[in-house]
């Protein structure tokens, strides 16, 4: 017999940078029975999604689809399947998030070429640009908003720089996409990669990504049916095979067309609950999310500043779903976040490397970018700052917040 | 405002080699509001997972935890962690999925020796030991149970002389974990693959897995740090870096640890599903849950062959959870299928390769593998092969099963 206590998980408001709150029809959606993996009412759902990430996107991209694992699967899928041992790529960074990309980069066996900017800044695109321009890499790969700073990058000079050279730019928009415009052709991106559990507030556990028809062509030319399937007339790669069966996007491609090859077995439940989250995406509409999104924000900031705390990082290029907040000197940061875990059941983050212990950071996305949980999440620190002895003008934050909600800041709510 | 309809999935009973039906309880699990991933009742969930999982795969392992991903990335995991490229791997082949293990093992980069035995029957371990002893591979991999072709290869010896010569033994238990004893510490095993969507009955979409301190010292010695995560003090690979971030178990076992350094964010959702499986799994008992796989697979053979039809391989080693059928001449058994689903909603499978179109697979694991469902799919396959012009005893297959459940065939039910 089993001592294992059932399940009963505490109520979080979870006001991270992801995992977020997931909407309860996207819960509801993952305890459907499930369906088999070819049966043409579970195909018919694979291709509605494909469809609804298509506007995600933003995208006439043909391909458009998850693959099965948490947000950084869905990066390596992309660099593996387009990165031959030699390629050069290059990769600006401006927080942890570039420096995975250098990571998976390297582990496919590029020639990685990499500069960074200061933490709580992005690049200007002419210095990028102007990268590109002198190391001619075959493949860029950025991060376009960054939860470790706060920080979200514009890309569509870049974009245009690229294609003007016929070089590949792959995107990290795990952070972003759902939450603020990812604007893949209009931007010119190549392959773009989003997760689920952020502005999407579907749970960790899938990689949706998009990517153009430059993208399919190197794809194509590394393809290899799977041993065990193929037969006399099946592709096989003419230049060197991809180096993972899991992430080898020319066999997943084949699995999400029409033609089904068998691959892995598709997650079916996570299917359900991306399928559930675009739908409800798509009735909320994408301007009047990305607007949600932003008079959240407002709040936050308001409401942060007028506690009097400072925010961390350049305010012109501020990742809209991510508020990164100084900790005050004399203020352990740990022991707020607990103190706000354990007695007030909300949860914020620390931060990575250089930032661990100096910023705590907030998110505002998903179904967990909502009003209440904006004033929440601020008299609660409020409190817990007056608890740890920190001197703050009481009762102004969520007044700040109310003022932005109320438009009393000539924004319209 | 999206077109798209809200989700219905018809209620099917699923009698595939998987992925199978889910336990009500776990997709109850599935259901409830997520945990942030480093919240202290997630990370108990993660170590009571842990706990479980050392009984499921009947080992002292310390190593016992999911790969994000569906089963194949469980077996991808392991072989990237442990192939340095050049290094020896042997594989014997009996069916589609030892295909998988070299195509994967190729792709690490192995020099791969592999040998194939006539499909419908598995290896006599004495040739497989000859080759290891011939060929002196730094690893073998293998699969326990081959659903294509609805065998299961003993493995105790194998793991002996693989011991004895001081070479890793991995093994692909995917199909046959939570259905039939996969005995890890006994039979010698070094690490082992499973998947959650078959005998363990949780959708697809993670992959338990365990390795012993073998397998950890290999990857020790490759283990490098996180770019953005690392300092002067971490770890950088003696050996060759793992080629994959993803599946790098070296990293993931820190995420698993009580360091719990950052790594992916953890499934929440499908990590509340595993560890309700496995909660119903210990509490059902091993003992009792393969007693009950047996007896359900008795009565379908007593079924299969009551109605006149022929099981395909050799019967001395049989999966016990996969049934392969010959289609009998004349019948076009995708048509049986596709009557089986639209009228009975009811899913069986068809093979691959060369068993394409010649054997139907029927499963009975985990929750699927229940007495009413061999009855439904006994008597739901009868009349379709009827209405297909097959001439065959009616009555007989419905009333051979349930002869064995009364025990009327010396079987104890």
């Known amino acids: 017999m089993s001592n294992y206590k059932e ?113 709580g800044t ?45 070089i590949l730019l792959v995107v990290d928009a795990v952070a972003t996409i759902g939450g603020t415009p990812v604007e893949t052709d209009a931007w010119y991106l190549d392959a773009v990669m989003g997760g689920t559990q952020k502005c999407l507030s579907v749970p960790s556990g899938m990689a949706p990504l998009t990517y153009n028809s430059r993208v399919e062509k190197k794809l194509m ?35 999400w067309s029409s ?23 798509l009735q909320e509409g994408l301007d009047a999310r990305f607007q949600r999104h932003r008079i959240n924000e407002r709040a936050l900031v308001a409401g942060i500043q007028g506690m009097g705390l400072k925010l961390y990082g350049d305010m012109s290029s501020k990742l809209p779903v ?11 940061g740990e022991s707020v976040r607990s ?12 931060s990575f490397g250089p930032l661990k212990g100096t910023i705590w950071r907030i998110g505002t996305m998903g179904f967990s970018c909502q009003r209440k949980n904006v004033l929440h999440v601020l008299g609660a620190l409020e409190a817990v700052l007056l608890r740890h002895r920190h001197t703050l003008p009481a009762g102004e934050a969520v007044q700040a917040a109310l003022d932005v909600y109320a438009g009393k800041e000539g924004v319209l709510c």
Chains 1, 2 share one sequence.
């Open 259 to 281: 033609a089904r090859l068998n691959h892995h077995t598709e997650a079916t439940s996570m299917l359900y609950g991306l399928h559930e989250g675009l739908r409800i995406l």
């Open 122 to 166: 992005v690049f200007d695109p002419e210095e990028v640009i102007k990268a590109i321009h002198a190391h001619q890499p075959s493949l860029v790969a950025m991060v376009h908003g960054e939860t470790s700073t706060g920080q979200m990058q514009p890309l569509a000079e870049i974009g245009k720089a690229c294609r003007e050279l016929d």
């Open 7 to 119: 399940l009963s998980p505490s109520l979080r408001t979870i006001m991270t940078p992801g995992p977020v709150e997931v909407d309860p029809r996207v819960l509801r959606a993952l305890s459907f029975p499930i369906l088999g993996q070819f049966d043409p009412e579970f195909t018919s759902l694979m291709n509605e999604t494909m469809a609804m990430l298509r506007e995600l996107y933003m995208t006439d991209n043909e391909w458009c689809y998850p693959v099965d694992g948490t947000s950084r699967s869905g990066i390596e899928a992309v660099l593996v399947s387009l990165i031959q041992p030699g390629d050069k790529v290059l990769v600006p960074i401006y927080g942890r998030f570039g420096h995975l990309l250098v990571e998976i980069s390297e582990r496919c066996g590029a020639e990685v070429v990499f500069f960074e900017t200061e933490w």
């Open 339 to 350: 103190m706000l875990l354990n007695d007030f059941s909300i949860e914020i983050a620390s």
């Open 221 to 255: 030319s590394r393809k290899t049916v799977e041993r065990g399937l193929r037969d006399a007339t099946s592709a096989r790669a003419e230049g060197r095979t991809i180096a993972s069966n899991y992430f080898d996007l020319s066999q997943l491609q084949d699995y």
């Open 322 to 332: 991510v508020t990164c907040i100084e900790i005050p000197d004399g203020i352990d």
